[in-house]
């Protein structure tokens, strides 16, 4: 548009280039020489009112001198005030945006208001303006220490100094705006004196005679006319710029001195539109980057197959979740799902009727709707929550956040949950279900690791006794391991109480054992299940994990709580319960898988663990899978004689020992399974850390 508009004033000024040239070298361009043209056609005229005439001239003149000199300095006077508007507005907005390219314009429209208040003090004739510049000066400080607050991020001490200057830039406005106003009621008025001169001129020459008085009134009409006009079209352009008509601009034909005028005015308007303009294109720019950055961080924080939020958003909304229950002293429920023979379904229809599967299953998810069996409670979690807290946790697992719910009202909204899935039509095939765990804080836990956690053993537990169904984790361990147990008959329930007994014996002894059994039982699981081992073999591995450190029942106290380093007959000892923890179970007929997890769960891969030296494939796949967990959780996890090691630093470790200590198809897979759940980085021990070196553990 502002091209377009300056192309339009170059051809107009080229057509009339020539003609202005001409017109530029004869009297009749200035006011001065249309003056004395007519006054030296009275002289020749009439002798007599040479005298007269001339001390006329000499006023009107000095008139239009003075009014020359006050219309520069109200133009002077806009210009600061407009820059000075524009000063203002750029900062406001660097304070709020922070985007540096304001910094220039700032200083530039502060520079020209300057450059403006300076020329017209120098001139000396407005009244007041030194006040008003002393205020512009402290303002133009104000915007600097403004401006190098924003630059240095202190973004509160600047919009605080902001909203203080804002009422000093209106009232600094405000002040130009009536200086210039005063100026230009003297402009109006000497305009007023002009035309009482030519009138006193026209009615001398009237008096001394017709023919001069004719002269007079024709060349006193001409004069006025020739003035009058472009006053008015500089005065009609100066109102439209004032209502807000960027677009106005004024003539610069006429008499020499008001051409230029307007051509001073036209500059001055051609600036602020340009300004106005970049303005309204940062602005869009501004707001197209802020949809950008919406548009992102939506994405991250969501699942692309399904639609919802992703392990990510998962663990950042647990966490938060978790927080505000602890403060606040509610509930929070977490309901785990994994879709039953989801491999199958891959295998027999293809990947691609599998991801559909998964968007559908979804969608229901998200569509829960509400019968008549409902519970007012049910009715509410279905209602508020499970549109607003559905994540995919990972492959075919799912997970709903349910804040306030307790043990009663997640169960029921679970089997809500579960029946749904069940109830869900499937196109070219059989349907699908879910085994769902539920675990609640505070009651299962009191972290959100110990709530994932367990309620990925309650999930298990519902996989192993039937899937199809839900489990809520319990208080005691023989809950979840009669369903997990190799065998499930009567004599696996006798097991489980006996394992149990056991377990609590030795959490007695060292209270740190259920929920690093815990964590493990979860590592494993998930190696497990990346390796590609069978639920069988799954099943087995999560017992022996739950039970692998069983033998330090029998380790004395002095050991096994030893807040320092061990000595070597202490450690001797301490490297017996991998025997002893086989030996104890060797009398529960139905432990018999675990029992050589358990057994060699300590040896090495080159040959140097215990207690037999076993290496390489000879060690039982699960025993491999076990020392990577075990050894993992001890390194992340609090220990008496040491501080967690940071995560990072962990992983470290396993590379560093693949191949020697560990087994590198069993660590490659383990660190892909860190990278997948989002315990690459941030499941890093609480508190303080400390690098400690960590090879062959007890």
């Known amino acids: 548009m502002l091209s377009a508009r300056s192309g339009e004033l170059h051809e107009i000024s080229g057509r009339n280039g020539f003609r202005d040239r001409l017109w530029a070298n004869t009297p009749l361009s200035s006011v001065k020489g249309r003056i004395i043209i007519g006054f030296g056609m009275v002289t020749l005229l009439l002798v007599g009112v040479i005298g007269a005439t001339t001390w006329q001239a000499q006023v009107h003149q000095s008139a239009l001198t003075e009014l020359e000199d006050h219309s520069k300095t109200a133009s002077l006077l806009q210009t600061a005030e407009a820059n000075a508007a524009v000063t203002g507005l750029l900062l406001q907005r660097y304070v709020i945006?922070?985007?540096?390219?304001?910094?220039?314009?700032?200083q530039e429209h502060a520079d020209v208001a300057q450059a403006s208040m300076n020329e017209a003090l120098t001139r000396g004739n407005?009244?007041?303006?030194?006040?008003?510049?002393?205020a512009g000066t402290l303002l133009v400080q104000d915007a600097a220490r403004t401006t190098q607050l924003r630059l240095t991020d202190n973004v509160a001490e600047a919009e605080a100094l902001i909203e203080q200057i804002v009422p000093l830039f209106?009232?600094?406005?405000?002040?130009?705006?009536?200086?210039?106003?005063?100026?230009?009621?003297?402009?109006?008025?000497?305009?007023?004196?002009?035309n009482s001169t030519a009138q006193l001129t026209v009615l001398l020459l009237i008096a001394l005679g017709a023919i001069g008085g004719t002269l007079i009134i024709t060349g006193g009409y001409l004069l006025a006319r020739s003035i009058l006009k472009p006053l008015a079209a500089l005065e009609d352009t100066a109102r439209r710029a004032s209502d807000g008509d960027l677009s106005a601009r004024a003539p610069t034909s006429g008499p020499g001195e008001l051409a230029h005028l307007g051509v001073v005015l036209n500059d001055m308007m051609d600036a602020?539109?340009?300004?106005?303009?970049?303005?309204?294109?940062?602005?869009?720019?501004?707001?197209?980057?802020?949809?950008q950055l919406t548009d992102a961080r939506s994405q991250a924080a969501t699942d692309p197959l399904t639609g919802l939020g992703n392990h990510r958003a998962f663990h950042k909304q647990l966490q938060e979740h978790v927080e505000a229950a602890r403060q606040s002293g509610s509930s929070l429920a977490l309901i785990l799902l994994d879709l039953d023979s989801f491999k199958d379904v891959n295998d027999s229809r293809g990947h691609q009727a599998g991801d559909e599967l998964?968007?559908?299953?979804?969608?229901?998810?998200?569509e829960v709707t509400v019968t008549p069996t409902c519970t007012q409670n049910c009715?509410?979690?279905?209602?508020?929550?499970?549109?607003?807290?559905?994540?995919?946790?990972?492959?075919?697992?799912?997970?709903?956040?349910?804040?306030?719910?307790?043990?009663?009202?997640?169960?029921?909204?679970a089997t809500r949950v579960r029946a749904a899935i069940e109830n869900m039509p499937v196109d070219g095939g059989p349907g699908v279900t879910a085994s769902v765990g539920v675990a609640i804080f505070p009651e299962s836990g009191a972290t959100?690791?110990?709530?994932?956690?367990?309620?990925?053993?309650?999930?298990?537990n519902a996989k192993a006794t039937g899937k199809n169904r839900v489990n809520v984790w319990g208080s005691s361990l023989a809950e979840h391991l009669g369903g997990i147990a190799p065998h499930n008959d009567d004599s696996g329930r006798r097991y489980a109480d006996v394992v149990a007994s056991l377990t609590s014996a030795l959490r007695a002894k060292d209270p740190q054992t259920k929920d690093h059994a815990e964590r493990c039982s979860w590592y494993t699981g998930e190696l497990a299940a990346e390796l590609g081992l069978s639920d069988v073999e799954v099943s087995v591995l999560r017992v022996a994990s739950l039970l692998h450190d069983i033998g330090k029942i029998v380790v004395p106290d002095e050991i096994l709580l030893k807040p320092g380093p061990l000595t070597a007959a202490e450690m001797k000892r301490m490297r017996r319960h991998p025997s002893d923890g086989a030996n104890t179970l060797s009398n529960v007929p139905t432990a018999a898988d675990a029992v050589p997890v358990i057994l060699h769960h300590h040896e090495r891969f080159d040959g140097t663990g215990y207690p037999h030296g076993l290496s390489g494939d000879d060690i039982p796949i699960g025993a491999r899978i076990l020392l990577v967990a075990d050894a993992f959780d001890a390194m992340t996890e609090d220990r008496p004689y040491r501080k967690a090691m940071p995560v990072a630093d962990a992983i470290e470790e396993l590379k560093r020992f693949s191949g020697t200590q560990f087994d590198p198809t069993v660590v490659e897979a383990?660190?892909?399974?860190?990278?997948?759940?989002?315990?690459?980085?941030s499941e890093a021990a609480d508190g303080d850390t400390a690098t400690v070196s960590f090879t062959a553990t007890t």
Do not use: W
């Not at 303005?279 to 707001?287: K, S």
């Open 97 to 106: 945006s922070g985007d540096e390219v304001y910094v220039a314009e700032i």
């Open 126 to 134: 407005v009244v007041g303006l030194d006040a008003v510049y002393a």
């Open 170 to 194: 209106r009232e600094y406005r405000l002040q130009l705006e009536a200086l210039a106003a005063s100026e230009l009621d003297q402009v109006a008025a000497l305009r007023e004196e002009a």
């Open 272 to 291: 602020v539109e340009q300004k106005t303009e970049k303005l309204r294109h940062a602005n869009q720019e501004l707001q197209h980057r802020h949809r």
């Open 358 to 366: 998964l968007r559908n299953v979804a969608k229901v998810l998200t």
């Open 379 to 413: 009715k509410e979690l279905c209602e508020r929550h499970c549109k607003e807290y559905c994540f995919r946790y990972g492959g075919d697992e799912l997970a709903i956040l349910v804040p306030g719910a307790d043990r009663s009202a997640a169960t029921e909204f």
């Open 448 to 460: 959100a690791k110990e709530i994932v956690y367990r309620a990925d053993m309650a999930m298990y």
């Open 670 to 681: 383990f660190l892909a399974v860190l990278k997948r759940t989002g315990r690459d980085s």
